[in-house]
């Protein structure tokens, strides 16, 4: 469990995630452990923000000093509507997870730090990629793979939203009726169906063998899905590395400084070389 404030009793400091709930997130371990790292004495905390509080929570911590914020489930649509500009990349997905204070900028690094965890994959541009699940992560992962040269396979339990990602993202990913790895380098699921203890029925007898299964959850332990992509020979990923890397992204976005990838991996037990 990490500490937490309610954003009205927001300590000062120097940046926040806001989430609902916020007490799993690693982030403010992670950044500590970047911050100190670079040698800045800046401080980075959580703060729980109820839906349809975003807009004055971020002016309440702009009001106290903060210099950014990261957004986290469920709060990355409202997020973007609570910023006075956003980059064509987080105003085509609907999702800012990263803002900047007082300026109220926001940026998504979840697309751009989901292909950054890639790179150490060897997979290469043109690999077949089947993404599960339309939610709010899908739709960053989704547009990042399709404009980076991959191509898609989508497949949500409910069609309709899998139909409305592809036409409003302007994508060209197929369709699937039904979730099918077969020809696919590699699996990414942002579902978060492990978070209800069920897991997406996926045709584990149509993998490929040298595919990856990637899930963008992270916890104590594997989720089913990894689980059961291990039990069938895959290689696993779970969503640390993305983690680090869209933190990674978003202080140098704030900072403008490198930042130091191995240190976020390895605050959150990674071996440290996931990013390359
Ligand atoms: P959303 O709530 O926006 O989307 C949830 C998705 O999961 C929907 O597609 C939904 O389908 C599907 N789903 C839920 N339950 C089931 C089930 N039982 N079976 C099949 N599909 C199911 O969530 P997000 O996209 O924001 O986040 C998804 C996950 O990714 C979360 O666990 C989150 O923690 C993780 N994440 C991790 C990040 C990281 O840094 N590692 C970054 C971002 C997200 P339907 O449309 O039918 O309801």
Redesign the pocket.
Known sequence: MTEFFEWRDAPRADFAVIGDPVSHSLSPRMHAAALQAMGLSLSYVAVRVPPGEVAPALEHLAGLGYRGANC???H?AEALAACRSADPFARRVGAVNTVRLPTLEGTNT?GP?FLDTLGPLGMPRGSRVLV???????RAVAAALEDAGYRLRLW???RE?AEALVRELGLSADLSEHPDPSGCRLIVN???????G?E?SLDWGRVEPDAVAYD???GESPTPFLLRAARSGLRTLD??P??AA?GARSLEWWLGAQAPRRVLLLSLGCRGDELG
């Not at 599960?132 to 899908?138: N, V, Y």
Request: aromatic residues 2%; hydrophobic residues 30%.
């Open positions: 986290t489930v469920p990355k979840d730090g599960l699940g339309a939610g709010g992560s899908a949500n339990r409910t939203r942002t579902t978060s169906a492990s978070l209800h069920s997406v963008l959850m992270y969503g640390r993305l983690l869209q």
